[in-house]
């Protein structure tokens, strides 16, 4: 499969990209853990099925330390007890934020005071932005067909 677009051509996608990548940095640098960020933006872009973002995330994940059985598990993570009680309240937010037609309203409160119990203002924010951020890389991954299996972890670090 062919890529529609191509964001390393003309000048504005290198342009917008540039400033896509350094929000992704942001975010990686944040104080919200790093495992969790890889779940949360595995989980989304399974919900949205972004192949491109899966192999990526996956393979970011595993570089990082995470176990297949784990990352195998996400997306049943209603029913797998290898995640921590804070993980899950992250997965559950990245599920309703990005299933907002579907959840009618978008982030219910018991799930957003789940998640504050266990993540502080800043973690919070980061993780609020992560959700947000993976949902426009999916699609525009996804609107542009993107190919997936080529990535390679820290290829855009």
Same mark, same amino acid.
């Given at each position: ?56 995330? $996956?393979?970011? &994940?595993? @570089? #990082? =330390? ?8 996400? /997306? *049943? ?20 934020? $990005?299933?907002? &037609?579907? @959840? #009618? =309203? ?8 789940? /998640? *504050? ?41």
């Amino acid at each position: 499969m062919d890529a529609r677009l191509n964001y390393a051509t003309g000048t504005t996608a290198p342009k917008i990209v540039k400033y896509v990548m350094s929000a992704g940095k942001a975010i990686k640098d944040s104080s919200l853990p790093a495992t969790t960020q890889e779940l949360v933006a595995l989980r989304v872009s399974q919900i949205n099925g972004c192949a491109v973002c899966i192999d990526m995330h $996956t393979k970011e &994940a595993t @570089a #990082a =330390g995470e176990t297949p059985v784990r990352l195998n598990l996400v /997306a *049943a993570w209603r029913e797998a007890t290898v995640f921590t009680e804070a993980e899950r309240a992250a997965l559950e937010f990245a599920e309703e934020g $990005t299933r907002v &037609a579907d @959840a #009618a =309203g978008g982030v219910g409160d018991e799930v957003w005071a789940n /998640a *504050a119990k266990h993540y502080d203002d800043e973690q919070l924010t980061a993780l609020v932005i992560l959700v947000s951020f993976m949902n426009m890389v999916n699609r525009l991954n996804i609107l542009t067909r993107q190919p997936a299996g080529d990535y390679e972890p820290g290829q855009f670090h």
